[in-house]
C-alpha cells in the first residue's frame, strides 16, 4: 500500500508499537511520569501500576480505585512480570486491547480471544467475548498466560468461571468498562482469585477500559524488562521501587 505522498506503509511499521523512542518524546514521556510520581507513591511495585493507571487515565484519583489480589499488593505485579520473563501468552479480550499492548521489550506471543467461539455464541446467545474467552479456555490458552480483560465484563465474568473450574493464569488484569455488569464482573474476578490464590490486578468502579488494561500490562512487561537489566527483583518476597536514572522507558 502506498500513500498519496508516495511513501509505502512499510516505512511507517514502526508507529505501530507504543511508546516514545525519539529524544524528544522520551522526554515528554519521562516528564510525564514524574508529575505522575509526584501524585503517586513510589516505593512498591503496587505503586507503579498505581502511576501507571493515573498516565493512562489522566486521573490522579485512579490511583485509590486500583486493586491487587495476592500474597501482598505487589505479588500480582511479580507474578506477572515473572510471566513476562518466561515469555508466556499475553492474551487480551479484544483487538483494541491486543494493539495497546507494546511490541518492546518481551518475547510474549500476544493474541486476543475475540474472533473465537462463534458457533457457541451462536447456539447458546452468550456475548461474543465470553464465548471466545470460553472457547481458548477449552484449549488450554490461559494456563500460565497474561490474561487481560480490558473491554467486556462477560469477558471477565467468563474467565473468572475458567478460574473457578480449574484455569491458572499467571495474572489477571481486568479493568473492563461500563454501567452494566462492569463493577460486578472485577469485583467476580478478585473474589475467584482470591479464593484460587491467582494474582490479579483490577479496579473498582465503571471506571476503566482497553487503554487501561493495556497500559496496565505494559508496565508488567516494563517491571520484567527491569528486572532483566538487574534493576529490581520480581522474587515473591522483592519488592521496591526501580531506580529512575536511566531506566526503562515507561510511556
Given at each position: 500500500?502506498?500513500?498519496?505522498?508516495?511513501?509505502?506503509t512499510?516505512?511507517?511499521?514502526?508507529?505501530?508499537?507504543?511508546?516514545?523512542?525519539?529524544?524528544?518524546?522520551?522526554?515528554?514521556?519521562?516528564?510525564?511520569?514524574?508529575?505522575?510520581?509526584?501524585?503517586?507513591?513510589?516505593?512498591?511495585?503496587?505503586?507503579?501500576?498505581?502511576?501507571?493507571?493515573?498516565?493512562?487515565?489522566?486521573?490522579?484519583?485512579?490511583?485509590?480505585?486500583?486493586?491487587?489480589?495476592?500474597?501482598?499488593?505487589?505479588?500480582?505485579v511479580?507474578?506477572?512480570?515473572?510471566?513476562?520473563?518466561?515469555?508466556?501468552?499475553?492474551?487480551?479480550?479484544?483487538?483494541?486491547?491486543?494493539?495497546?499492548?507494546?511490541?518492546?521489550?518481551?518475547?510474549?506471543?500476544?493474541?486476543?480471544?475475540?474472533?473465537?467461539?462463534?458457533?457457541?455464541?451462536?447456539?447458546?446467545?452468550?456475548?461474543?467475548?465470553?464465548?471466545?474467552?470460553l472457547?481458548?479456555?477449552?484449549?488450554?490458552?490461559?494456563?500460565?498466560?497474561?490474561?487481560?480483560?480490558?473491554?467486556?465484563?462477560?469477558?471477565?465474568?467468563?474467565?473468572?468461571?475458567?478460574?473457578?473450574?480449574?484455569?491458572?493464569?499467571?495474572?489477571?488484569?481486568?479493568?473492563?468498562?461500563?454501567?452494566?455488569?462492569?463493577?460486578?464482573s472485577?469485583?467476580?474476578?478478585?473474589?475467584?482469585?482470591?479464593?484460587?490464590?491467582?494474582?490479579?490486578?483490577?479496579?473498582?468502579?465503571?471506571?476503566?477500559?482497553?487503554?487501561?488494561?493495556?497500559?496496565?500490562?505494559n508496565?508488567?512487561?516494563?517491571?520484567?524488562?527491569?528486572?532483566?537489566?538487574?534493576?529490581?527483583?520480581?522474587?515473591?518476597?522483592g519488592?521496591?521501587?526501580?531506580?529512575?536514572?536511566?531506566?526503562?522507558?515507561?510511556?
Amino acid at each position: 500500500m502506498t500513500t498519496e505522498e508516495g511513501e509505502t506503509t512499510e516505512e511507517f511499521a514502526e508507529y505501530a508499537d507504543l511508546g516514545a523512542t525519539t529524544g524528544d518524546a522520551m522526554a515528554i514521556a519521562e516528564t510525564s511520569m514524574d508529575r505522575v510520581r509526584e501524585l503517586v507513591p513510589d516505593e512498591t511495585l503496587g505503586d507503579r501500576i498505581r502511576q501507571k493507571a493515573v498516565h493512562a487515565t489522566g486521573d490522579p484519583e485512579f490511583q485509590h480505585l486500583v486493586r491487587f489480589a495476592g500474597a501482598d499488593e505487589s505479588a500480582a505485579v511479580r507474578a506477572g512480570a515473572r510471566a513476562v520473563l518466561d515469555e508466556r501468552p499475553i492474551v487480551t479480550d479484544i483487538t483494541m486491547v491486543k494493539a495497546g499492548v507494546t511490541g518492546r521489550g518481551h518475547g510474549c506471543p500476544v493474541r486476543k480471544a475475540i474472533g473465537n467461539g462463534a458457533d457457541l455464541a451462536e447456539r447458546t446467545g452468550m456475548t461474543r467475548t465470553a464465548a471466545s474467552v470460553l472457547e481458548l479456555d477449552r484449549r488450554d490458552v490461559y494456563d500460565d498466560a497474561v490474561a487481560v480483560v480490558g473491554n467486556a465484563p462477560t469477558a471477565a465474568l467468563a474467565l473468572a468461571d475458567c478460574i473457578e473450574d480449574g484455569t491458572r493464569p499467571a495474572v489477571v488484569v481486568a479493568t473492563p468498562v461500563g454501567f452494566v455488569k462492569a463493577a460486578k464482573s472485577r469485583q467476580r474476578v478478585r473474589e475467584v482469585a482470591r479464593e484460587y490464590d491467582v494474582p490479579a490486578i483490577t479496579t473498582v468502579g465503571r471506571r476503566g477500559g482497553s487503554g487501561l488494561a493495556a497500559g496496565l500490562t505494559n508496565e508488567l512487561v516494563h517491571v520484567a524488562s527491569d528486572a532483566r537489566d538487574g534493576d529490581l527483583s520480581v522474587d515473591p518476597t522483592g519488592d521496591h521501587a526501580v531506580p529512575r536514572e536511566g531506566g526503562t522507558d515507561r510511556s
